[in-house]
T-cell receptor, first 110, second 112 residues
Framework: DQQVKQNSPSLSVQEGRISILNCDYTNSMFDYFLWYKKYPAEGPTFLIS?????DKNEDGRFTVFLNKSAKHLSLHIVPSQPGDSAVYFCAADSNYKLTFGKGTLLTVNP | EAQVTQNPRYLITVTGKKLTVTCSQN?????MSWYRQDPGLGLRQIYYSMNVEVTDKGDVPEGYKVSRKEKRNFPLILESPSPNQTSLYFC???????????FGEGSRLTVL
């Protein structure tokens, strides 16, 4: 049973536009959520996180929104840049155990 | 510089030949973990360790062993590798007061 779902395997956007990556979860015990970015041949790197007591966290071009009632979070990238092209993993934490989604491949076209 | 170092980065081996993938960290983190990444399946946790001499199974522990004799090292052992263990493996560490995992660069393992 997949507890963290990223239903879009891929997303393509134009440079300068907004990228919105979505993630749904089923376990209400998750209390911390993170987004990781992964380039080919590299390990995932931390991007941004949000605690379950918040509904928004912003860091530069990246904003994560959390809707606890819908068990949904999203990552917004504005404006998108070609260097943002990568696989993005959503992860949810419960008692120090991180569960990852399957990832979404974002392609930002120049 | 904070680092998580895995070795080897690439390995081709044959079924049944025992191998070990090493992981070492210099951040003094208590928590260490192993993941495998497979196409269409994302990152799945194999084993994790909350501290020295404490290890627990993750979501896909079958066919793997780990040990945590010292804080900085967390090797992944495949006693008798099989082709379904062909994958990209990541070691990661974490400090308890933050949620952030630090990943190594990955070890691509092929079992023939």
């Amino acid at each position: 049973d997949q507890q963290v779902k990223q239903n879009s395997p891929s997303l393509s956007v134009q440079e300068g536009r907004i990228s919105i990556l979505n993630c749904d979860y089923t376990n209400s015990m998750f209390d911390y959520f993170l987004w990781y970015k992964k380039y080919p041949a590299e390990g995932p790197t931390f991007l941004i996180s949000i605690s379950s007591i918040k509904d928004k966290n912003e860091d530069g071009r990246f904003t994560v929104f959390l809707n606890k009632s819908a068990k949904h979070l999203s990552l917004h990238i504005v404006p998108s840049q070609p260097g943002d092209s990568a696989v993005y993993f959503c992860a949810a934490d419960s008692n120090y155990k991180l569960t990852f989604g399957k990832g979404t491949l974002l392609t930002v076209n120049p | 510089e904070a680092q998580v170092t895995q070795n080897p980065r690439y390995l081709i081996t044959v079924t049944g030949k025992k191998l070990t993938v090493t992981c070492s960290q210099n951040m003094n983190h208590e928590y260490m973990s192993w993941y495998r990444q497979d196409p269409g399946l994302g990152l799945r946790q194999i084993y994790y360790s909350m501290n020295v001499e404490v290890t627990d199974k993750g979501d896909v522990p079958e066919g793997y062993k780990v040990s945590r004799k010292e804080k900085r090292n967390f090797p992944l052992i495949l006693e008798s590798p099989s082709p379904n263990q062909t994958s990209l493996y990541f070691c990661a560490t974490r400090q308890y007061n933050t949620g952030e995992l630090f990943f190594g660069e990955g070890s691509r393992l092929t079992v023939l």
